[in-house]
């Protein structure tokens, strides 16, 4: 049986600062974000496909990973709270991924 709950979208004022510093400036750098999500989910593996590259009005790029999805905490405490400094708080207290990764070194809460 799927339970749908509501949850609130939490922005922080760090937001503001955080949205100016480290927007997605192009394509090429949105792609990278997408293969750095990978790592944060601990894939293994990143397979990146390009496709219809002869009519640009219809060309597509796939990023696919084997990593772990976010729990409904991570998306409650993480991902609906942009600007949350997460990733700084698990590298002071050294905390690992269950593949023994350390956090990477984006500040952005993904």
């Known amino acids: 049986m799927n339970t749908v ?12 600062s955080l949205l100016g510093e480290q927007l997605i400036s192009d394509q090429a750098v949105g792609l990278i974000e ?12 990143v397979d990146v496909a390009i496709m219809g590259l002869s009519a640009t009005e219809s060309t ?6 084997n990593g772990i999805g976010m729990s409904r905490i991570d998306i409650e ?4 709270s942009p600007a949350i400094d997460h990733k ?5 207290t050294k ?3 269950s593949r023994g990764r ?9």
Do not use: C, H, M
Not at 60 to 65: H, N, T
Not at 102 to 110: F, L, M
């Open 5 to 16: 709950a509501r949850v609130t979208f939490r922005p922080r004022a760090r937001l503001l």
């Open 34 to 45: 997408l293969v750095k999500n990978g790592y944060d989910a601990d894939a293994t593996r």
């Open 60 to 65: 597509r790029i796939e990023v696919r990973d």
């Open 77 to 80: 405490e993480k991902w609906l």
């Open 88 to 92: 700084e708080r698990q590298k002071k």
């Open 95 to 97: 905390s690992r991924s």
């Open 102 to 110: 350390a956090p990477s070194s984006r500040a952005t809460s993904s």
